[in-house]
């Protein structure tokens, strides 16, 4: 008979098994490897365990899900991944049902999932438990690495930002991220805390003489797979400039400078995420190389009305 618990340490071949078999059926999903998976759960940390929970059977991981954190404190992401020879026997049911009740004793108010578009089963499954889409997003890449060709604007200055800079950082996205989930979430210290955990390096467009910081480019070190291998890359996890200065060409001399990082550091192609209806980042995207990978939708269920997830899985 199957079971539910708490992710332990010698559990991590298991569910990188269970990862990888997935990824082979999915649209738009790679393989894995242990070091990417390990950083996607955080599983360096001991704190982080309780975060993470697997269904075993005679000794073996047929199943895992975890939470994670979001944009904001009040929501949390949930992901089930079940082996593909045990779908539809109910585990993925189950298992997000705990996810359920373990996001509502943490205090969360919303839950969201992520699925690709062309998996339709794995949107099915989420809307059929309450779920409903809220983001409509694209994954884009870039390769070869190749930074557009861009002339700075006069009267402002692109640079690294530093510790002093994260109070101006949250304002930028806040005020460039003016919808949704994201409105007025991010603050200094969090900002803070993101760079120091992400490893990312973050450039900003300031005014000169003296003036504000107007736009970011945040660039990090991910995981993609090319010819079935999983390689690092780098990833554009935010490009953000205040709206009264949009419209300058600062956001492509800023995503010009994330690219040449990238470029620098040896990375095989340059990966994001963008909103499937922001036409002005769309444009930007396409016309300095990136390309669609694939698509995928962020769905959404609100957790204030105590029901518990239900049906086949």
């Known amino acids: 008979m199957a079971r539910t ?8 071949d298991g569910i990188l ?47 895992y899900g975890g939470l994670r954190p979001w944009h904001s404190p009040e929501w949390l992401q949930a992901e089930v991944v079940v082996h593909p020879a045990r779908r539809g026997e109910g585990i993925g049911q189950a298992l997000l049902g705990r996810l359920v009740s373990e996001a509502r004793q943490r205090g969360a108010a919303y839950l969201c999932a992520v699925a690709p578009d062309l998996a339709k089963e794995t949107g099915a499954f989420l809307e059929g438990r309450g779920f409903r889409p809220f983001i409509r997003r694209q994954h884009m890449r870039l390769q070869p690495v190749v930074a557009p060709r861009v002339a700075g604007v006069a009267g402002f200055a692109v640079r690294a930002a530093g510790p002093a800079d994260c109070e101006a950082l949250a304002r930028v996205n806040n005020a460039a991220y003016a919808t949704g989930e994201r409105v007025g979430r991010a603050n200094a ?6 760079i120091a955990e992400s490893g ?22 991910a995981e993609a797979t090319l010819e079935v291998t ?63 990978v694939y698509a995928f939708t962020v769905y959404r269920r609100s957790l204030a009305d105590g029901s518990v997830a239900g049906g086949e899985g």
């Open 230 to 292: 999983p390689v690092c890359t780098g990833h554009i996890g935010s490009l953000a400039v205040l709206p009264a200065y949009q419209g300058r060409g600062l956001g492509r001399w800023l995503l010009a400078r994330g690219i040449d990082l990238c470029r620098q550091r040896g990375w095989p192609t340059v990966e994001l995420n963008v909103d499937r209806d922001n036409w002005r980042a769309l444009h930007l995207y396409e016309s300095s190389g990136f390309r669609v």
């Open 5 to 12: 618990r708490v992710f332990q340490p010698h559990d991590f």
């Open 17 to 63: 098994a269970v990862q990888n078999a997935s990824a082979l059926g999915e649209a738009g999903q790679g393989k894995a490897s242990r070091t990417s998976l390990e950083a996607y759960w955080a599983l360096g940390k001991a704190h982080r365990r309780e975060q993470l929970w697997v269904v075993e059977e005679e000794g073996q991981i047929v199943a």
């Open 200 to 221: 990312a390096q973050v450039w900003v467009a300031e005014e000169v003489p003296g003036g504000p910081v107007v736009g970011l480019c945040e660039v990090r070190q």
């Open 189 to 194: 210290a969090g900002y803070e805390r993101f």
